[in-house]
């Protein structure tokens, strides 16, 4: 059984959906960014952590693609081969640089910073 570490709201939603759709049986366990329980886990303290066994794999873009690819029978993951794997890596940086970077801006205007 997978362990995901993370707090509630934060990029652990991602690994939880990921294991959702895989049909995988998972514990989730809520630690707070930062905290010692984050840093027992992960030298920079960040979460989300996937804990599978004696693995621990941190960034929950690096999560999905673990599962898919460890789950590859679910077709969730980049089609075989170097080509496969270079257009799922295109497609997630993409979508962290280009995409989620200019989100993030807005809601960090809209939401946290003062007017």
């Known amino acids: 059984m997978y362990k995901a570490v993370g707090s509630r709201?934060?990029?652990v939603s991602r690994v939880l959906w990921m294991l959702e759709e895989l049909g995988q049986p998972y514990e989730f366990v809520e630690v707070k960014l930062?905290?010692?329980e984050a840093y027992a886990?992960?030298?920079s303290g960040k979460v989300p952590i996937l804990i599978d066994g004696d693995l621990?794999?941190?960034d929950s873009a690096a999560i999905?693609?673990?599962l898919a690819e460890k789950h590859a029978d679910k077709g969730m993951g980049a089609n075989p081969g170097l080509a496969g794997r270079a257009e799922m890596d295109s497609w997630m940086h993409f979508a962290q640089s280009e995409f989620?970077?200019?989100l993030w801006n807005k809601l960090r205007h809209?939401?946290?910073l003062p007017k």
Request: net charge positive; glycine share 4%; proline share 14%.
């Open 9 to 11: 709201g934060s990029r």
């Open 34 to 36: 930062r905290s010692p």
């Open 41 to 43: 886990l992960n030298p």
């Open 56 to 58: 621990k794999v941190t």
């Open 64 to 66: 999905c693609v673990y």
């Open 100 to 102: 989620e970077a200019p």
């Open 110 to 112: 809209r939401f946290i």
